[in-house]
């Protein structure tokens, strides 16, 4: 297994919906975080909207009970970027005390444009390897937990004086992964990977969104990886483990092989339905953030938007701003290699070539 070759895949997964098309906090394109998220369960009971608070991931693996599972659990951990304007304006940024900030939803310093928005950082959580006897034997735990933080960040105008600043507030987050395992034939075990966000919310909180999207396990997904042993498909498995596979149930997740092609060691267990030994495409020429969209027609549209559009575009983040440059020194024959390619028939499981 190459872990980079499995990284870019679950890449593309961690960052799918984080900045959606036309890319622009002006245009009501916000519903974020659409596969993967996790809330915690108080919000989750509280609201009753069908929000999940925990995945499940089963999946077969043919070896021993020497054999050993690992999983990464992965997710984005949002934080709440605001915009706040000093009224009048200071010369120095105090030491002493925090100044008193009016919230806007965006601030123009000097040629800078600075809006509220989410912004996310990237969290991993490892369960750590252990062989399939042990989780055979009970279930294994392991919490986590991620704290909350706040910073400001002053904005000052050509002239150095503080006009504002950038408010970043980060909320603690708080879950649990666990792993079990049950010899269902000779050398086969059923392995089961449950991910659970248990992030405490107070009464007043459990029925706002809002907050409880503060406190998401965004994107979460899982990498499995199996020493000595193998995993099975469970989109094509053999004849003789067809009911096994059957029986692994998931929830919110799917689960597929990974890595290079023909090898069994790793598992993509991704909430967007995928199939076994996805790639990149290397005609891609980078992240887009909206990858159930195509490439070409991204491309295009972001090409077709207004300086002013473009600039607001810039201001989101710094994926935006490179997401940006990159189309725009986008050459025509990459444009042309977007547009389409004819790669090799490979048969269909039942053996015909479509």
């Not at 036309?22 to 659409?34: C, E, F, H, I």
């Not at 984005?76 to 100044?99: Q, S």
């Not at 708080?174 to 010899?183: C, F, P, R």
């Not at 790639?279 to 300086?307: H, K, N, V, W």
């Amino acid at each position: 297994m190459s872990r980079n070759d499995v990284d870019r895949i679950a890449d593309a997964v961690l960052y799918e919906g984080y900045i959606l098309y036309p890319y622009r906090p002006s245009v009501k394109n916000r519903q974020r975080w659409t596969f993967g998220g996790l809330y915690p369960e108080d919000s989750c009971r509280e609201r009753g909207d069908g929000s999940a608070a925990a995945n499940q991931t089963e999946c077969l693996v043919r070896g021993t009970a020497a054999t050993t599972f690992d999983a990464r659990v992965r997710f984005l951990h949002l934080t709440e970027r605001r915009v706040g304007e000093l009224v009048p304006p200071l010369a120095a940024w105090p030491d002493d005390a925090e100044p008193t900030l009016r919230p806007v939803p965006m601030l123009r310093v000097g040629d800078n444009v600075f809006h509220e928005w989410q912004e996310a950082e990237e969290r991993e959580v490892t369960l750590g390897e252990v062989s399939l006897g042990v989780l055979s034997s009970g279930p294994i735990r392991r919490g986590f937990t991620f704290p909350g933080r706040r910073s400001l960040d002053p904005l000052r105008d050509p002239a150095g004086a503080v006009v504002g600043a950038l408010v970043r507030e980060q909320e603690a987050v708080e879950g649990v992964v666990e792993a079990e395992a049950i010899e269902v034939g000779a050398g086969l075990f059923r392995v089961t990977l449950r991910v659970a966000n248990r992030t405490a919310m107070d009464g007043p909180l459990r029925g706002d969104r809002d907050a409880a999207t503060l406190r998401l396990l965004a994107s979460s997904h899982a990498i499995l990886t199996a020493r000595d042993g193998e995993f099975v498909s469970l989109l094509d498995p053999p004849d003789g483990d067809r009911e096994a596979a059957a029986s692994c149930r998931n929830v919110g997740t799917w689960p597929v092989l990974v890595g290079a092609e023909g090898r069994a060691d790793a598992v993509l267990s991704s909430p967007i339905i995928l199939y076994d030994f996805p790639q990149i495409a290397p005609e891609s020429p980078g992240d887009f953030f909206d990858g159930t969209e195509i490439d070409e027609m991204l491309t295009l549209r972001i090409m077709t938007l207004t300086d002013e559009e473009k600039g607001a575009m810039a201001a989101v983040d710094r994926r935006a701003r490179a997401l940006l440059a990159r189309t725009e020194a986008t050459a025509n024959d990459q444009m042309l290699g977007l547009h389409g390619t004819l790669r090799e028939l490979r048969p269909s499981p039942g053996g015909h070539t479509p």
